[in-house]
Nanobody, 114 residues
């Protein structure tokens, strides 16, 4: 059974930073496509970043500000977010795809105050 558990969300001021974590079980982050999506109120869920092997991919909204990484030993994926803006306010979801999926975490709320 695949489980993804996010943490690290919170309330920060614009210009601040947050680091989200996604601890995976039942799936190996080292050989899976892992990523982060976000969903703001009234909006569709949108891609933030993905990582597979040594390849990373970012939505334009996060390029230069967000960094996705993983720790294979901890089976954990991270999203380091810097220079946060009020427009980054959303629920952030971790996801994973291997031979099946996608699998989703429960989400973590990120709120940026102006």
């Amino acid at each position: 059974q695949v489980q993804l558990v996010e943490s690290g969300g919170g309330l920060v001021q614009a210009g601040g930073s947050l680091k989200l974590s996604c601890v995976a079980s039942g799936i190996a982050v080292s050989i899976s496509t892992m990523g982060w999506y976000r969903q703001a109120p009234g909006q569709q869920r949108e891609l933030v970043a993905t990582i597979y092997g040594s390849t990373t991919n970012y939505a334009d909204s996060g390029k230069g500000r967000f960094t996705i990484s993983r720790d294979n030993a901890k089976n954990t994926v991270y999203l380091q977010m810097t220079m946060l803006e009020p427009e980054d306010t959303a629920v952030y979801y971790c996801y994973a795809i291997r031979s099946a999926g996608p699998y989703w975490g429960q989400g973590t709320q990120v709120t940026i105050s102006s």
